[in-house]
Structures are given as C-alpha cells and as structure tokens.
C-alpha cells in the first residue's frame, strides 16, 4: 500500500499564496472525492483542514482552499502567516475499504 | 466538545501482544466509524484499521492484517486496537480518530514501542 506523493517541504513569505500536492491513482485521489488536508504542528494531534476535497470544516479558515485534478490533489494556503508553519498531510479512501496518507510536507513560513 | 483520550502504551518485546483503548466523549459515540492511525516516531502519518458505527465490518491496512484486531463497545463508548506479534517497525504513537471519509477528530495518541 504505497502513500500517496506529496513534496518534502514548501515555502513562502508571508501574506504569500502557497499550494501543496498530492499525487495518487486512479484507485484513490483519481477515483473517490474522499480527499482531506490535515495540519500538524510538533507534538500535537493533527487537525482537519479541508475534507471531501474541497470542503472546510466549522472554525477553519477561509485561507485554506483545496482542489482536486485528475489524480492529483491540492492545497493551497493564501495569504501565509507565521501560524501556518507546519507538516501538513493529504489523505484519500481507497478502493477496498482502506485509506492512505502522503509522505506530509513541511511548510516553512520565510 | 470531541474528546478522544488513547491509553494503554508502553514498552513490549517483539513477539509480545498489546492492547490499547480510546475513551470518546462528546458525540454520539455508536453512530459513528472509528479509525486508528499511527506515526512512528519522526514520520508520517499511516492508517491502520477502521471500523464500522455498528462493529460489523472491519479494515486493516496489509502491514497489521492478521495481527490486529479492532473492536468497540459502544454501551462504554470505547474503542480497542488489539496488537499481537509485534514488531519493531510498529514502535509508533497510535492515535484514534472518528468518522468514515475522513479523520475529523484526534485524540493526543499513546506511544507504543516494540524493543528488546
């Protein structure tokens, strides 16, 4: 069951826009919009951004948007702030009932 | 407010078994399907095993399949994750979290290590 491919790390200034990817098959990202973002910062739990591809759950901030093409997904995080420096972690359903994470991608604040 | 409180962590020797429980409060516990996740230390994030609101239909990613055993008791509105033959590469913080298509809530997670 391989992880799904996102880049190690990714950064900006802030106030600037940056976008993650998430790269998966036909029998994940490609194939279900059960696709979600979570944020972790160190020694916590990680929290829920974005679910269903491009849904945001209650009390996340409209900074954070995401999308999905074909096989791949993205988040993108507008106007960065200092607060957003983090490993961040696509996720999708995968067929047979199973579900799979990205590598997680470091996103450093400039 | 979700609360999910792992517990039942430590150190065990390859081989040996472990079984760890995750306490939900504030929502309805029995209408909802449940997840572990795992994180060794200094990785990434990797599913583990899912099961139903009702506890009648259970997955597993292939690393733990035969290994491990996900189960809940909904009249205590408390989740298990039974671990068996282990291994050093399952040493990692185990976290439940709730819902199907996604994981909405975390709990803090209980670190288990496999070492001799």
């Known amino acids: 069951q391989s992880a799904l491919t996102q880049p190690a790390s990714v950064s900006g200034s802030p106030g600037q826009s940056i976008t993650i990817s998430c790269t998966g098959t036909?029998?994940?990202?490609?194939?279900?919009?059960?696709v979600s973002w979570y944020q972790q910062h160190p020694g916590k739990a990680p929290k829920l951004k974005i679910y269903?591809?491009?849904k945001r759950p209650s009390g996340v901030s409209n900074r954070f948007s995401g999308s999905k093409s074909d096989n791949t997904a993205s988040l993108t995080i507008s106007g960065l702030q200092a607060e957003d420096e983090a490993d961040y972690y696509c996720?999708?359903?995968?067929?047979?009932?199973?579900?799979?994470f990205g590598g997680g991608t470091k996103v450093t604040v400039l | 407010q979700v609360q999910l409180v792992e517990s039942g962590g430590g150190v065990v020797q390859p081989g040996g078994s472990q079984r760890l429980s995750c306490a939900a409060s504030?929502?309805?516990?029995?209408?909802?399907?449940m997840h572990w996740v795992r994180q060794a230390p200094g990785k990434g994030l990797e599913w583990v095993a899912f099961?139903?609101?009702?506890?009648?239909?259970?997955y597993y990613a292939d690393s733990v399949k035969g290994r491990f055993t996900i189960s809940r008791d909904n009249s205590k509105n408390t989740l298990y994750l039974q671990m068996n033959s282990l291994r050093t590469e399952d040493t990692a913080v185990y976290s439940c979290?709730?819902?199907?298509?996604?994981?909405?809530?975390w709990g803090q997670g209980t670190l288990v290590t496999v070492s001799s």
């Open positions: 099961i139903q609101y009702d506890g009648s239909k259970k």
């Open positions: 996720s999708s359903y995968r067929s047979s009932s199973t579900w799979v």
């Open positions: 979290a709730k819902n199907w298509g996604y994981f909405e809530y």
């Open positions: 504030g929502f309805t516990f029995s209408t909802y399907g």
């Open positions: 269903d591809v491009s």
């Open positions: 036909n029998s994940d990202v490609g194939g279900y919009n059960h």
